[in-house]
């Protein structure tokens, strides 16, 4: 109690202090005035117990400390023990988030205001704070000094090599209609030289948090109104969403990035920005404002006038109508909410986004949106009796529509006035042809691969308007395209002239493919701990089979693959499709190829596999199936067709597991959260079923709120942002008249995926030998090691790490273990409904959270200690096998069922130093073919060695762009968070 009274005594000094600055300081009193009158906020700090509790008020520019919280306090920070706050107050950005994360700092109430709390704070301590930022650099600097000392720097070479060594492919598919050598060998980046240079430009800055949307979201609803429109009359979402829509594409800015083929760009910022919603992935970041370009990873350039823009203007209006705060306020603080804020269990990606889809882009194509409107009018035409709900929706796509319309038109205005100040006569033509392009399309039908490729910029830059730009991918690109591929090619007569042209395809891909990485996702330094260097995971698909079941694979299929080889970039998301005994080897090569060159993409899916594990949805039609595509990392959906949400939920396996080692209690939260299923410590458990029931229902616990949470959310959005214009490009919705996210389409699904799950399984398999079959040990003692960190038992902490055979190892038991938990999962997932009335998908990928959740986890059973990452995705733990093969056999022995939403199975290959370009890629091919011949879903190999790894860490200047897959996702190594990087280090690496 004496700590805690001084610590009182402390907190009370530095808020008089705090309060005393902004009394005194005009400056510091100007920023408590908003653009709408004074900014008001009432922050709590207490510990858990009350014993420390205090309060500061700002109301009308006066600040006053208080030594009790009101019950109207804006928001609570809590501390679980007196001296976490002075902890907290002295701490790194890595150690506030791992307190955060472990539970021992919480906030209650309104996340905004706490954000703003952060903010005000930062005006006084920001000194103090970066001085903190810096000591942290520093440190992992030396660090990374240190980890690379000795090591060969041979891979700054061998990635050049890799590029300038190309291979040569065979005219062997019979969707190939004109291509010679599939593979460009005769191509390099060098004869691309504007690729070379826009490519260059992104590489050379930072992205920028841009304030264009944020303003003008903002200014629509200032002046229009939210809850109730400008009349003070109840305002129909369904309408308001349309309106805003129509207004906010009508009135930004039409830019054409200088060089660029298409028009069109995210942001007001064309080589690179993030459009931040307010209401959404942005409303994190009122407390980072002044700190964000300044950051270890990933820092934004943001302009004085944005900061301003955003304190101001911007989040004020939406400090009580962001998604979290509304899914709090809306459902009276629901448990799912309260889980999802401790971090520990499940992610909730509906707080932020519901964009996990692959929209038509093949109707906005056909039909443009003139045809779109003309059937949403031929709908009402036909229903005249529909009901309201149905008359708006349609409505709210006219709307939707009529914005796209009008951002084309802007944006062909403005290339036509830019030839009128272009000098030079090439760029002139260039500009001239993207105006008579945006003339046409997306208002009419494409007729060329020019128009459809402008056609889908357009579209997919204003869906990510409307919802969130994450996650909405492009499809099968190579399926969409090939046919204007083959029409504009028909009409060339002469080699010399289809050559060319098929160079200006590759060029205008690459436009497409540099348009996307010209965006990130606005994340506060949180965010960035659980998906450090994810890009917003547009996927591009290529290959595999048609709907009637034929080979895929086509020109464009080639071409694509050429483009990602050649840009190298993280964006888009890049995966291939295999169907096993019908697409050729030469095509599987090419794939291999491509990923020996960029280290890292694309990815290979089995069709055989995936489309297995589609086949188990009832009333889903195999020629759908058929057509599926990657959306977000991994995950299969069907273009145009589906609402599959498929990123939804993100759960941690292994906190059930380890409230079933603690009779519902999660040690880290210490929150008895679950239900209580039974303690170790009690000899509550005879024997292994009797501990796997117990783990199983520690599961359904979990698994419901996950449910619960995600259906709420998923109601709240349509409550608020409904996705009308991605409705009128998905199946089903005009015909319906119910917006995409009230099941409106002909498929609807809700994605999860599953962390941690081979530490689950590993853990299980040792209480199962060594507590009950051998009796090497009591229950209690394996629990106590483990609370202890096996510091007091190494001997036991040996024995598990080399008596019990781990998932990946190739023995039997530890895979029908593996297939138990999966059937376990995924059977409760299947019979779950979400709030599209469809069924949940259950994937295998992570995501960076193996990571995040590791490092704030005790000791496993596994024998893996506190601290250490989880295993990535699928993948078996390093020290399961020192076989790749026994890695591939187990995963690929999996059931397809349980892991419909797909996996991620991660593999790091190392060439030998002698091996030649040509037989690296037919041992990868080798392992490729194999591995989805024996069943496997899904196969991602990085091909990199440690050594370069860790001179890439100390020495990032030589690496700025070499890529990594994380689990689902691409990253560049150099960008990533310190932990993570220091994971991909540690992964297992198998020779070729």
Request: glycine content about 8%; charged content about 20%.
């Amino acid at each position: 109690m004496e700590d805690a009274a001084a610590i009182s005594q402390q907190l009370r000094g530095l808020l008089e202090f705090l309060a005393g600055m902004f009394n005194a300081d005009e400056a510091l009193q100007e920023e408590l005035k908003g653009t709408q009158g004074w900014i008001n906020v009432t922050v709590g700090l207490r510990t858990a117990d009350n014993t420390v509790r205090k309060a500061i008020a700002f109301r009308d520019g006066q600040v006053s400390v208080l030594d009790e919280i009101p019950a109207d306090a804006h928001c609570t920070v809590v501390y679980n023990k007196p001296a976490d706050i002075i902890e907290m107050l002295n701490a790194s950005p890595d150690e506030s988030y791992k307190m955060i994360l472990k539970g021992r700092v919480r906030a209650e109430g309104n996340i905004m205001y706490m954000g703003l709390w952060n903010y005000l704070m930062n005006l006084v301590a920001g000194v103090e704070q970066q001085e903190a930022v810096d000591r942290q650099i520093e440190e992992h600097r030396q660090t990374k000094q240190v980890l690379s000392a000795g090591t060969c720097a041979g891979g700054r070479q061998e990635r050049l090599a890799r590029r300038k060594s190309r291979l040569t492919g065979e005219k062997s598919d019979p969707g190939v209609k004109y291509l010679h050598d599939p593979y460009f060998a005769r191509y390099s980046l060098e004869d691309f030289p504007r690729l070379a240079a826009l490519r260059e430009e992104l590489f050379s800055v930072n992205c920028e948090f841009t304030g264009e949307f944020g303003k003008l979201i903002t200014d629509f609803h200032v002046e229009n109104g939210y809850e109730v429109d400008r009349n003070g009359e109840p305002w129909d979402p369904l309408l308001r969403k349309g309106e805003t829509m129509r207004y906010l594409l009508g009135n930004r800015k039409p830019l054409i990035r200088k060089r660029d083929l298409l028009g069109g760009t995210w942001t007001t910022n064309p080589v690179f920005g993030g459009v931040g919603r307010p209401y959404s992935e942005a409303c994190h970041m009122w407390g980072e404002l002044n700190t964000c370009s300044k950051r270890e990873y990933e820092p934004y350039r943001i302009t004085p006038e944005s900061i301003k823009l955003f304190h101001k203007y911007v989040f004020p209006y939406w400090a009580t109508r962001n998604i979290h705060e509304l899914w709090k306020s809306e459902y009276n603080n629901p448990l799912p909410a309260q889980i999802h804020e401790l971090f520990f269990a499940v992610f909730y990606w509906a707080t932020v986004s519901q964009s996990e889809n692959n929209p038509g882009f093949d109707k906005m194509l056909k039909l443009g949106t003139s045809g779109l409107v003309k059937k949403i009018e031929k709908e009402l035409e036909r229903d005249k009796g529909a009901d309201t709900e149905k008359r708006h929706t349609l409505t709210g796509m006219k709307l939707c529509l009529q914005g796209v319309d009008a951002y084309a038109a802007n944006l062909s205005r403005q290339a036509l006035a830019e030839t009128e100040e272009e000098a030079d006569p090439a760029r002139k033509e260039e500009l001239l042809s993207i105006h008579r392009n945006l003339l046409k399309v997306p208002a009419n039908p494409a007729k060329t691969l020019e128009e459809a490729v402008q056609s889908m910029t357009v579209t997919l830059v204003c869906l990510g308007w409307e919802t969130m730009d994450a996650s909405i991918s492009l499809g099968r690109l190579d399926q969409v395209l090939q046919p204007y591929f083959e029409a504009d090619m028909a009409k060339l007569s002469t080699q010399a002239a289809r050559d060319k042209y098929t160079g200006r395809v590759i060029e205008l891909i690459g436009c497409l493919y540099l348009f996307n990485a010209s965006r990130l996702i606005i994340a506060a330094n949180l965010g960035q701990w659980q998906n450090s260097g994810s890009a917003p995971n547009t996927c591009v698909t290529v290959g595999g089979i048609t709907p009637d079941g034929k080979d895929a694979v086509n020109d464009m299929t080639y071409i694509i693959l050429k483009v990602t080889e050649l840009l190298a970039l993280n964006h888009p998301n890049v995966h291939a499709r295999y169907k096993p005994g019908l697409n050729s080897i030469n095509y599987l090569k090419r794939v291999a190829d491509v990923n020996y060159i960029t280290c890292a993409t694309p990815a290979l899916h089995n069709d055989d596999a995936v489309i297995n594990a589609l086949s188990h949805h009832q009333g889903w039609a195999l020629e759908d199936i058929r057509d599926y595509a990657s959306t977000g990392c991994v995950e299969p959906s069907i273009p145009g067709k589906h609402a599959g949400t498929t990123s939804a939920l993100e759960i941690n396996l292994v906190a059930p597991f380890e409230m079933a080692m603690n009779n519902g209690l999660h040690p880290i939260s210490n929150w008895r959260l679950g239900p209580q299923t039974g303690a170790i410590e009690d000899g509550h458990f005879t024997t292994f079923e009797n501990f796997y029931t117990a783990f199983a229902r520690q599961c359904e616990f979990i698994f419901e709120q996950a449910v619960t949470g995600n259906n709420q959310l998923g109601e709240l959005f349509h409550r608020h942002h409904p996705h009308l214009l991605l409705s009128a490009l998905t199946d089903g919705c005009i015909e319906s008249g119910k917006e995409f996210l009230r099941g409106g389409a002909k498929y609807n699904s809700s994605g999860v995926s599953i962390i941690g799950l081979a530490d689950v399984v590993d853990s299980l398999l040792v209480i199962k030998k060594l507590v009950f079959e051998e009796q090497a040990v009591t229950f209690k003692e394996l629990k106590e090691a483990v609370d202890g960190n096996f510091a007091q038992n190494p001997a036991l902490h040996a024995l598990v790490n080399t008596r019990v055979s781990r998932f990946g190892s190739g023995d039997p038991v530890a895979l029908n273990m593996a297939r138990r938990v999966m059937g376990t999962v995924g059977d409760f997932f299947a019979g779950s409904r979400d709030y599209k009335g469809g069924m949940y998908t259950t994937g295998w990928w992570t995501m960076a959270h193996h990571v995040a959740y590791g490092r704030v986890t005790n000791a496993l059973p596994s024998g893996r200690l506190a601290g250490e990452p989880f295993t990535p995705g699928l993948t078996p733990h390093p020290a399961a096998s020192p076989s790749l093969l026994d890695n591939l056999r187990d995963v690929a022995q999996l059931d397809h069922k349980a892991m419909d939403n797909n996996i991620a199975f991660n593999v790091k290959i190392v060439p030998g130093a002698d091996d030649s370009h040509a037989a690296v890629v037919d041992r990868m091919a080798g392992y490729m073919k194999t591995y989805c011949e024996l069943g496997g879903m899904q196969l991602q190999f990085n091909v990199v060695n440690s050594d370069t790894l860790k001179d890439a860490m100390a020495n990032p200047e030589h690496y700025r762009d070499l890529m990594v897959r994380i689990s689902g996702y691409v990253a560049y190594f150099t960008g990533l968070h310190h932990e993570l990087q220091l994971e991909l280090v540690r992964r297992a690496e198998y020779k070729l």
